[in-house]
């Protein structure tokens, strides 16, 4: 039997052990009118068992299908390189099959490893403490939200400022996660021409509020004025949170040192850390905040300390937020963070360093300057804002960029995001991005082949 | 030692990312770092042996028997793992077109097809990221539904004493008042309390069944009716499904909507605490709010549901997918499973329970409920041997520790004192169990005979018991630049 490793005779005598004659008895408590498996046709639409190697076959065609695409997509989740040792020893058993480390004294190994995870991430964006991740980067910023709502002593306010060049699922991911708690999500727009929010036209007097949020890069790629728009926020004793790219903050301003006094929560998606693509999942979302404000910090939190003969050692900490405590009144509903994730983002950075994680950004942001120089000396192509960036720019196609895109699908190239659904006045935009991974021969391809395309397109 | 405490100011590891380092000029430098995060300085070799001796720093279920109860720690198919981190699933961007995802889509359709199955619903969309999300999704369902309706008297969900904490948690963050249903001597949901706070205010009530206290809730069909009959809605937690597999589905039991941890009962790997994955299933009432995205088949093509198809979703829970790869190593598991093997996973894990429950029992243990069956779990009480010999629950999962078994779950369910919560799943073999009981029998004998060397436990781990109150009031969450040690250069 598949993963039971029962003998007839093994099920006979723990059957006698327990004085009944058959399983069938163990179950005799359920109401016989529920019950499925005695009818006929018990489980059809799961297909019979099939072995090892036939669901290898199948998993094989059906991976293959989808192809290998040259990347020229981004929007929130990013092709870099990952060391070969990350995913060796990430998936190693020990890692990969342990549990949650209610047990400290058997899960030194994880426990330690989220420690480091948490200076690393802390570092990167100079803010004081880190939890050990949560499920990825909309939902840290939904979390940071609320987090934010109750941190903030000096307003009772529920709303919320969010630009609309933060990403539109994250915008999303908030408001299904936030609003039953009558919270309120105030956008603000961007200046037309920088892609950026104008802080000039910031209200001058906003009324009561909890939090802004600043996104850095934000959607567009492009670079947000973080000084002016944190001492906005502060100014009216709002809270600042970041969202941030985290290989992007080897080369930018960190949030902890936005404006006068700094973000006061960050958090993003920690996919670029090692984490391949992987059709969106999983990855991990993180969350740095003041030390001031640690206690109202949802999700689990690793501290370091000492056994009982003064060793040092690392235990979950500050659980007395926690649902399995405090239930109905805790911090979140969440039990679980990204461990594996966590444990594969930490080896990467750790593989990379300071210096490795600059290489990626440096190069990521040179490739993507190359790739839009190239695409924008094509006629009928151009860019649309003058923000700075960090490796994604939003540019517009003088040809309908539907057809554009599947003629470029067909050359099994993914030319980058069709911002015309979520932002309607950016008809016949796309966001490209290029990384660190793609070559000079990789961006003239995407080049010639688009300049294929518009010269056989009537213009838009 | 820490990574950064085996750090050399300037060790790099040139070969893992690009040689060039190509100038900016176009960032102006009021946005730009101006020095350097501190992070490791370590070669390769230096950070491989690090992590895998951190590694080895952990119980896991690849090495050790790992019986925590509601936690279903069955062994995680190697194959689940290779296949699903094929190279073209890897490097599929979850924003890339449908043309070019459909060898991934009909893997994640055909999975929300076999969680239909299994679980008897209408509908299932796979999104939520783990349990506790999936809870989020039901509950928001679960007001939507009422919202559409104009029911908007409904604020209070009942939840039974003996639930996880993340069903109160939940309640509160869809905006609910949570009431507690206290639990009979049996077990049992207390039925007259349940009928005496019933009412027009019900929008809900969470139940897990079979419930934490490891018996199967008999009274679910009269449940059911008093809380339809109020005109709320039933909630399935889904934490002990792999108790029922295939036996009885929670459709069939009257509920409205259900989570599924795919990490218990669909095998995918814990991860050391995550990433799991809380797929979600409802029926015809439910089934307009489910959250986006899900995957569509129109007999030729698979397809995205959202927004456009599922016009009152209770929206989107993630960036993407989920937990995309965790439904994938689900998916694989199902496949290998198959009809035939799913209702095994009900009937050998709930054999090695009662197995373990009739040794223990002749052992002279306690158990919580010793007039019922064990499900695919039971509680041991371990009161007496607290009181009689100043050795409590504690000690014993420490203890266990020495002797090479994970601890079962402690103190939870909080109804029962001093109890061990024990899941063996199926996939032991009965000499672990026999070695797992005779160690519990002796680590009482050994209570019996020193209590303070038990109370001392462990003693082979690579650490003593932790000092969590000096944890929480001397945080310590990150490692900070000591005396002597230089900052990375710029």
């Known amino acids: 039997m598949p993963f039971i490793p029962h003998t007839p005779d093994d099920e006979k005598q723990m059957l006698s052990a327990i004085g009944v004659d058959s399983i069938e008895q163990l179950f005799d408590e359920i109401p016989t009118g529920l019950r499925h498996d005695l009818g006929n046709e018990n489980l059809q639409n799961v297909p019979t068992h099939a072995s090892e190697m036939d669901v290898s076959r199948l998993m094989h065609q059906r991976a293959a299908q989808d192809g290998q695409p040259l990347c020229f997509l981004g929007a929130g989740a990013y092709e870099h390189h990952i060391p070969a040792a990350v995913w060796e020893l990430t998936t190693r058993g020990e890692f990969y099959t342990a549990y949650t480390p209610y047990q400290a004294e058997a899960s030194q190994g994880s426990l330690q490893v989220v420690y480091e995870f948490q200076t690393m991430i802390a570092n990167l964006n100079a803010l004081d403490v880190s939890n050990a991740s949560l499920y990825d980067g909309a939902s840290a910023l939904a979390e940071a939200v609320l987090m934010a709502i109750r941190a903030n002593r000096k307003s009772k306010s529920k709303i919320i400022y969010m630009p609309r060049t933060v990403h539109p699922h994250y915008r999303k991911t908030v408001e299904a996660i936030v609003t039953n708690q009558g919270i309120t999500l105030e956008l603000l727009d961007y200046d037309a021409s920088t892609g950026a929010i104008d802080a000039n036209s910031l209200p001058k007097e906003p009324g009561d509020f909890a939090a802004l949020v600043i996104p850095q890069p934000n959607f ?83 501290g370091r300390t000492v056994d009982m003969d003064g060793k040092p050692g690392f235990t979950l900490t500050l659980q007395a937020r926690e649902q399995h405590i405090r239930r109905s009144k805790a911090t979140s509903n969440i039990c679980t963070n990204q461990g594996l994730m966590v444990t594969a983002s930490t080896i990467h950075m750790a593989l990379l360093g300071a210096e490795g994680l600059e290489r990626v950004a440096l190069n990521s942001h040179a490739n993507n300057r190359k790739l839009v120089e190239k695409l924008t000396a094509l006629d009928g192509v151009e860019a649309v804002f003058s923000s700075a960036v960090f ?70 | 030692m820490l990574i950064f405490e085996l750090s050399r100011t300037d060790r790099t590891n040139p070969s893992q990312a690009p040689y060039s380092k190509p100038e900016i000029t176009d960032i102006p430098a009021s946005m730009r770092r101006s020095k350097r995060a501190v992070m490791p300085e370590t ?11 951190l590694s080895q720093k952990n119980f896991a279920i690849d090495t050790h ?147 934490t206290l490891g018996v199967f809730e008999r009274q679910i069909e009269e449940i059911a009716k008093v809380v339809h009959d109020a005109g709320g809605l039933l909630y399935y937690d889904g934490a002990n499904l792999n108790a029922i597999l295939g036996k009885v589905r929670p459709g069939d039991m009257g509920f409205d909507v259900i989570h599924m941890n795919l990490h218990k009962t669909f095998s995918t790997p814990h991860g050391g605490g995550g990433p799991g994955a809380g797929p979600v299933g409802v029926n015809e009432r439910l089934e307009p709010f489910l959250p986006i995205p899900m995957v569509g088949y129109d007999g030729e093509n698979y397809r995205w549901m959202t927004e456009k198809d599922v016009p009152q979703t209770i929206g989107r829970l993630s960036t993407f ?73 504690m000690d014993f999962a420490k203890r266990l520790l020495d002797y090479g078994f994970h601890a079962p779950t402690t103190y939870f369910p909080l109804l029962v004192p001093e109890c061990l919560l024990i899941e063996p799943t199926e996939t032991e073999d009965k000499d672990t169990l026999d070695a797992f009981i005779e160690v519990l029998a002796m680590i009482e004998q050994e209570a019996k005979e020193n209590a303070d060397y038990v109370k001392g436990a462990p003693y082979t781990q690579p650490v003593r018991r932790l000092d969590d109150v000096r944890a929480a009031r001397e945080l310590d969450l990150t490692w900070k630049l000591e005396n002597g040690q230089t900052e990375a250069g710029s």
């Open chain 2, 65 to 211: 028997f790992y019986p925590l109860g509601s936690c279903t720690m069955k062994y995680n198919p190697r194959a689940s793992n290779t296949l699903s981190m094929l190279p073209g699933f890897l490097a599929r961007h979850p924003l890339g077109p449908e043309s070019m995802g459909q060898g991934y889509m009909a893997c994640m359709y055909d999975l929300q097809e076999i969680l239909k199955d299994v679980t008897g619903m209408k509908a299932v969309s796979l999104t939520p990221a783990a349990g506790a999300q999936g809870e989020f999704a039901g509950m928001a369902m679960i007001r939507a539904y009422h919202d559409a309706r104009n029911d908007d008297a409904r604020t209070e969900v009942l939840v039974p004493d003996a639930a996880h904490g993340t069903n109160p948690a939940t309640a509160v963050m869809c905006g609910y008042k949570v009431r507690e249903i206290p639990t009979d001597s049996q077990g049992d949901v207390d039925l007259a309390a349940l009928k005496e706070v019933v009412g027009p205010h019900t929008a809900g009530l969470m139940l897990t069944n079979p419930s």
């Open chain 1, 220 to 302: 567009f790629g492009a670079l947000e004025d973080v000084d002016t728009l944190t001492d906005w926020a502060h100014t009216h004793k709002a809270l600042v949170i970041g969202v941030v790219n985290p290989v992007a903050l080897a080369i930018l301003k960190p949030p902890g040192e936005w404006g006068t006094d700094g973000a006061d929560i960050a958090c993003g998606e920690g996919q670029p850390l090692g984490i391949p693509l992987a059709s969106g999942g999983p990855y991990y979302g993180f969350m740095c905040c003041k030390q001031a404000i640690v206690r109202q910090m949802p999700g689990r939190i690793i």
């Open chain 2, 321 to 393: 997918m989920g937990n995309s790869g965790v439904l994938m190593r689900a998916y694989i598991y199902a496949r290998l499973l198959g009809r035939e093997g799913m209702v095994r996973v009900s009937e050998y894990s709930t054999l090695n329970a009662n197995y373990m429950m009739a040794r223990l029992r002749e052992k002279g243990f306690d158990l919580a409920f010793p007039d019922r069956r064990a499900t695919h779990e039971f509680i041991v009480t371990l009161k007496r041997q607290s009181k009689e010999l100043g050795v409590n629950t």
């Open chain 1, 391 to 460: 490796h994604e720019t939003v540019i517009r196609l003088d040809a309908p960029l539907n057809d554009v895109m599947h003629a470029l699908h067909a050359q099994n190239l993914l030319p980058g995001y069709a911002l015309q659904d979520e932002y309607p006045e950016l008809e016949n935009c796309l966001l490209v991005c290029a990384t660190e991974t793609r070559t000079d021969e990789d961006i003239d391809t995407y080049v010639n082949h688009l300049q294929g395309i518009l010269s056989k397109h009537d213009r838009a």
């Open chain 2, 43 to 53: 070669s390769e070799m230096q950070t491989v042996r690090h992590y895998t001796r």
